[in-house]
């Protein structure tokens, strides 16, 4: 069976960064696929980034190339999610998702598993 659950979530302000965790169990990380999604109040779930787990690649939302960084520790079993930068339009309840294609998704229907979610806030 298997279980994600997030961590790292909070509130910060715009410019600040925080780190989401995601630790997994029950699924293996060798060349499937695992992401991050968001889904802010009233709006759609979508993809922010994904990793194939073991090789490495990694697939980004235009809107967060260049401030955010999807990396992997397969000792641990975890996933993270650094987000530097943020935005108010960041904030958003953020999952952790993982799935069996062997290439980084960002389409939500690719993936089997979700994690219940850690909220993240951006506000002055």
């Known amino acids: 069976q298997v279980q994600l659950v997030e961590s790292g979530g909070g509130s910060v302000q715009p410019g600040g960064s925080l780190r989401l965790s995601c630790a997994a169990s029950?699924?293996?990380?060798?060349?499937?696929?695992m992401g991050w999604f968001r889904q802010a109040p009233g709006k759609e779930r979508e993809g922010v980034a994904s990793?194939?787990?073991?090789?490495?690649?990694?697939y980004y939302a235009d809107s967060v190339k260049g401030r955010f960084t999807i990396s992997q520790d397969t000792a641990k079993n975890t996933m993270y999610l650094q987000m530097n930068s943020l935005k108010p339009e960041d904030t958003a309840m953020y999952y952790c998702?993982?799935?069996?294609?062997?290439?980084?998704?960002?389409?939500?229907?690719?993936?089997?598993?979700w994690g219940q979610g850690t909220q993240v806030t951006v506000s002055s």
């Open positions: 998702a993982a799935g069996s294609r062997r290439w980084p998704t960002l389409h939500r229907d690719q993936y089997n598993y």
């Open positions: 029950g699924f293996t990380f060798s060349s499937k696929s």
């Open positions: 990793i194939l787990t073991g090789i490495g690649s990694t």
